[in-house]
């Protein structure tokens, strides 16, 4: 990984982050918001269970060793990925423009009608199809 060098946020941005968390944090109290965290974090749970599964396989006669190492990487990599999301979901962003991010996935994912619940248009005048 590259060597950057990070400059600290001014007292400003410092003060919106700690705001758009703390409006995130709220977000995430409540449904469906709440739904998304718990999601990241049954994401992490099972890659986790994945990854004793794929180590238990390498085990196995006949299978190599370092046979199973990209499938165990895998595991590993969404692991993380899905605890990094689900610690964001709930306002752990360090910075303002992963917070952003964070908030908006979160305003959007919650504003969307979950699939199957489509308002059925109308059929002429008053008329809704499939009544």
């Known amino acids: 990984m590259p060597n950057v ?39 992490a749970q099972l ?18 060793p370092g046979q199973m190492q990209s499938v165990i990487d895998f595991w590993y990599r969404l692991a993380d990925l899905a605890r990094t999301a689900a610690l964001r979901c709930v306002g752990g962003n360090q910075t303002l423009a992963e917070a952003t991010v964070t908030f908006m996935f979160l305003q959007t994912s919650c504003a969307r009608k979950p699939a199957g619940t489509e308002t059925a248009l109308p059929d002429g005048p008053g008329k809704v199809v499939g009544q």
């Open 5 to 43: 060098t990070r400059f600290p946020p001014s007292p400003d941005q410092e003060v919106q982050l700690r705001a758009t968390n703390e409006k995130i944090a709220k977000l995430a109290a409540a449904k469906p918001a709440g739904d998304i965290h718990s999601a990241f974090v049954l994401v």
């Open 47 to 64: 890659a986790t269970e994945a990854v004793g599964v794929a180590t238990q396989l390498e085990k196995i006669p006949g299978i190599e």
